[in-house]
């Protein structure tokens, strides 16, 4: 059984910095990783992949260039460093896990299988 618990959310104003983290549990860590996002009264939706040796990387058009994943497979965790955060960042984030050993990330929600709770962040001033 995966165990995904994201941590590191928080309050800041726009143009701050979070570095969120998710550390699994229950399973050898070789499985692509995601980031997903859902605001109130919206859908969740895609931030981040990562593959499963860290080497392979993608992003929403929305984050590029502000966001960076990474992963420690040694640490069973994977992160997610925000830069230049704006209001519309805000939302829910949840990390999630692909049932797929030594694969590639993916942009669509349907094909995780592990998900954390979720860690609020909130960027207003």
């Known amino acids: 059984q995966v165990q995904l618990v994201e941590s590191g959310g928080g309050l800041v104003q726009p143009g701050e910095s979070l570095n969120l983290s998710c550390v699994s549990s229950g399973r050898t860590f070789s499985y692509p990783m995601g980031w997903f996002r859902q605001a109130p009264g919206k859908e969740r939706e895609f931030v981040a992949t990562?593959?499963?040796?860290?080497?392979?990387?993608a992003y929403a058009d929305s984050v590029k260039g502000r966001f960076t994943m990474s992963r420690d497979n040694a640490k069973n965790t994977v992160y997610l460093q925000m830069n230049s955060l704006k209001p519309e960042d805000t939302a829910v984030y949840y990390c999630a896990g692909r049932d797929a050993l030594y694969s590639s990330g993916s942009v669509y929600s349907s094909d995780y299988s592990y998900w954390g709770q979720g860690t609020q962040v909130t960027v207003s001033s």
């Open positions: 990562i593959n499963w040796n860290g080497i392979n990387t």
